[in-house]
């Protein structure tokens, strides 16, 4: 028996010594023992008590046994870098949002907790020094708790050292102090963050300004004392007959705004306030919102329902000025859209309708992420994850997005318009839409082509609609028997055509011999044709064609065939008179020193400028201008 009693003065004087090394574990184990159950220290001491009676009971070998086990060990090691705190003060924001919490519900020795003291201090003292931060914070605190950093090394803040964190100033009065925490090592916890004692030791001088500005003694006891969520009941009533209020107000100030607006559009002679009547809802809502919040901040909320009210009212603001944004971006660029479908930009107006949808979905997801913020989630990791995800989006959806901005590129440089004819690679056709993913054509046989935007942004395509006139060009194929003054008639007389025809455009013709080798004698006749429909130019093109055989039939030649023939008969060869006649005005061109070779003189080309007349009066074309024709 002697010598249990000796273990346990070795085991008190062990627990002694211990409890001055490690003061955080054991303000920690009173803290939590203050909410145990009273049933439970019954059972403890009950438990003990019958530890005691065995233990005298036992021998001696036993006792010596019990007295080795309890031996005082050695001193427990530093706590693992994985340990967790139970109170959660590993954060600037555990650690206010903590305390708060602890004293809203009364629990000021758990509030204690979260305090830089001694050991001691904190057993005497501890819950009165809660008590009065408590209600210095609710009353006096000027900084926004959702600024507070959420990451356990703090956020490094100008002028202020690495292991502290200064959240704000409690103002009252004439007196000010800053509220800062500071980080700590403990034994179990790790590193973690307290409110910093150089703040605790002006808190009374503060805490008496503040209570001499309680207006509460004023209000009836009922609405005081009484409270719900950790505020009185009279600031519930307060924020409830501010809601009316805050609305009327907010309908006041968008009638006022209305006055102007409708001055400046009878001035414009336009009606605007239809459109502004489209936001009138979302406006109203961020005006209200406003007005309570100002009404709010008159009520000397406490710290902890002031913090949860605003993260409220602000996600309201979020949504009133993402509902604003999205339907202003809706009006101004259908209004744009509008005008340039009106002006004949079909690509301006399907850009800027593609445009309003990625603007859209852009001010949602702004939206959502600003609210997220707003409710204290960590908006880095979330558009880290944006980001990632984005990526592997961009590789799984690359043809999609590919053909996204073809589409984006062709709408915007007005490559192609629909109704344009063009010409991709062999196939020709008329665009009929143009989409976000393919532009369909609808070809010459009448099918539907439809290729992706992103290959559409990359080959070569032809506006053939976009042309100003179309060329024409042909060769001659002239019987390789034919004479060199045979072949000038034919040359000056094609130049001649082409000059005088009102349809070409004179300096574009070009008229050459380019080749005297094979089957025959090729001329070359290239112009422009000043139309830009496909119809007109082929009946230009085929009056000039037939009027070039009938000048190839008049200098006394022909046509070269296309292959070889065999002649049975007796070949007539070319026919004498016209030859002789060809001949003959080449002659009397070169003694007059007006042979056309090189080309004509250009007071000649200016001669010959509408000396045809085509269509010809034969044409059945030129009935309608026939005066003696009754309709």
């Known amino acids: ?368 992420l600003a609210v997220f913020g707003s409710l204290g989630f960590n908006m880095s990791t979330a558009l880290a994850g944006l980001g990632i995800g984005g990526l592997a989006i961009g590789f799984g959806a690359q043809k999609t997005i590919e053909n996204l901005f073809g589409g984006v590129s062709i709408l915007g440089d007005e490559v192609l318009r629909v109704g344009d004819t063009c010409r991709i690679g062999d196939r020709t056709g008329v665009v009929e839409d143009i989409g976000l993913r393919s532009t369909r054509i609808r070809t010459d046989e009448r099918t539907l082509l439809a290729i992706p935007n992103g290959t559409m942004a990359t080959i070569n395509l032809e506006n053939l609609s976009r042309r100003d006139k179309i060329l024409f060009k042909t060769n001659l194929g002239v019987r390789s028997e034919t004479k060199a003054d045979h072949l000038r008639f034919v040359l000056a007389e094609v130049r001649r055509l082409l000059y005088s025809h009102p349809k070409v455009e004179a300096k574009s013709v070009r008229v050459r011999l380019t080749d005297i080798a094979g089957t025959s004698l090729n001329v070359e006749a290239v112009c422009y044709i000043l139309t830009r429909d496909f119809n007109e130019f082929a009946a230009v093109r085929e009056d000039l064609l037939l009027r070039m055989m009938d000048i190839v039939e008049d200098s006394g030649s022909g046509l070269a065939l296309p292959s070889q023939t065999l002649y049975l008969g007796r070949d007539a060869g070319i026919e004498q008179e016209k030859a002789d006649t060809a001949v003959k005005k080449i002659a009397d061109l070169r003694e007059g020193k007006h042979l056309p070779f090189p080309d004509f003189h250009e007071e000649d080309i200016s001669s010959f400028k509408g000396s045809i007349e085509y269509p010809a009066r034969e044409s059945a074309v030129r009935k309608e201008d026939d005066p003696g024709k009754t309709r």
Request: net charge positive; glycine share 8%; proline share 6%.
């Open 1 to 368: 028996m002697r010598s249990f009693l000796n273990d346990l003065v070795i085991l008190s004087e062990d627990s002694a010594s211990r409890s001055e090394a490690e003061p955080q574990s054991k303000d920690l184990v009173l803290a939590c023992a203050a909410h145990r159950p009273r049933r439970n220290l019954r059972g403890c001491r009950v438990l003990v008590l019958a530890v005691l009676c065995l233990a005298a009971c036992l021998p001696s070998p036993a006792q010596t046994a019990l007295g080795q086990v309890l031996q005082p060990s050695a001193p427990a090691p530093s706590a693992p870098s994985g340990s967790v705190d139970p109170l959660n003060r590993t954060t600037p924001s555990g650690t206010v949002l903590g305390f708060l919490e602890a004293a809203q519900s009364g629990n000021y020795t758990l509030a204690a907790q979260y305090l830089q003291m001694s050991p001691a201090h904190r057993q005497t003292e501890g819950e009165q020094i809660s008590t009065q931060l408590k209600a210095v914070m609710d009353g006096a605190f000027t900084g926004s708790l959702k600024n507070v950093s959420t990451l356990p090394q703090g956020t490094p803040q100008e002028g202020v050292p690495l292991d502290r964190q200064n959240l704000g100033a409690m103002v009252s009065g004439d007196v000010e102090v800053d509220l800062q925490l500071v980080r700590v090592s403990d034994p179990n916890a790790g590193k973690i963050w307290l409110i910093s004692s150089d703040t605790l030791v002006k808190l009374p001088e503060l805490y008496d300004q503040v209570e001499a500005r309680q207006v509460e003694s004023r209000l009836p006891g009922v609405l005081v004392k009484h409270q719900l969520g950790g505020m009185p009941l009279w600031q519930w009533l307060a924020l409830l007959v501010a809601a009316p209020v805050a609305a009327a107000v907010g309908w006041l100030v968008l009638a006022l705004l209305e006055i102007p607006l409708r001055w400046w559009a009878r001035r414009r002679g336009q009606v605007e306030v239809a459109n502004w009547r489209s936001v009138s809802g979302p406006a109203w809502l961020l005006a209200g919102t406003l007005a309570h919040q100002v009404f709010a901040r008159y009520l000397g909320m406490p710290l902890l329902p002031r913090h949860y009210y605003f993260q409220l009212t602000s996600v309201a603001l979020i949504v009133s000025a993402t509902w604003i944004f999205w339907r202003v971006v809706r009006w101004s660029l259908r209004r744009v859209r509008t005008r340039a479908l009106t002006r004949g930009h079909a690509g301006t107006g399907s850009l800027m309708l593609l445009g309003e949808r990625i603007l859209k979905a852009v001010i949602f997801v702004v939206g959502v």
